[in-house]
Every structure is written in C-alpha cells, then in structure tokens.
C-alpha cells in the first residue's frame, strides 16, 4: 500500500505536473486536483507550525506501530487486512509529512456534490481499513467445533 501511495503521488507532482496544472479532468466525477494538506484528515485542524508537523508526522507513526503489534496477535484476516491498510495508509501520509511538510492530496470527487473533500490512496486505505475493521467486529465468531 505504501508503495502504491508514493508512486501515485510521485507521478501526480513529477510525472503529470499537477501542481503547475492545479487541476485534471479525468472523467465524470472525477478530476484531479492538487491540494498540500497541511492538517489531518480532510483538512481538519492545521498545521501551521513546524513543531505540529513533527507532531503529526510522530504520531502517525506511533499509531502505526501499536497497530501493527495489534496485527501481530490478530487471529482474523479481515482484522489483519483492515489494520495493514491504516498502517501502510498512516506511514504513506507520514511520509509525506516528512518531506514536503504537508500531504499530497490529488483525489477529487467534488462534482459528486455531497463529497466536498480532496484525498489520496493513503486517505482511501485508511478509510477502508477502518470500514474492515468495524465489519470484523459485528461478525460473531463461529463456535468451536
């Protein structure tokens, strides 16, 4: 997943040129519009101060790591699938954070009209993680047989 995140974003600032571009229409609703989100998820609470960044970028990587030692012990693959997907999703954005000082957010699927945010592969794992992870937990378990 991080993988995937970083080259996406690689060719969206290198390849395309998205930040000279500002935004792409692809195909209805789709476009691709370039956004340095200096916040956590979907803009929310700004980073406007380096210290904030570092903050950012330290707890995303904390998360990270209890999450993994929690994938470590998880006996269910939905439960492992969902939380590799916020952890690989979490490292692509502190990745970001760490060198550019703000998230490369380029997804945009604002013609929709309910939508109004701007995300990225890292966004989108994060979000289906967690959407995994709360479907594992209404599952019941199978008794033992």
Known sequence: MIVLDQASKAWILYGLDLPDLGSVALFWPLRLTMVWNQGVSFGLLQAGHDAVRWALFA?????????AAWALKATRWLTTVGLGLVIGGAVGNAIDRARFAAV?????????????????????AITVGVCFLLWDSLRKDKPQA
């Open 59 to 67: 707890f995303s990587l904390g998360v990270a790591g209890v999450l």
């Open 104 to 124: 490369v957010d380029f997804i945009d699927v604002q013609q929709i009209g309910f939508f109004p945010w701007i995300f990225n592969i890292a966004d989108s």
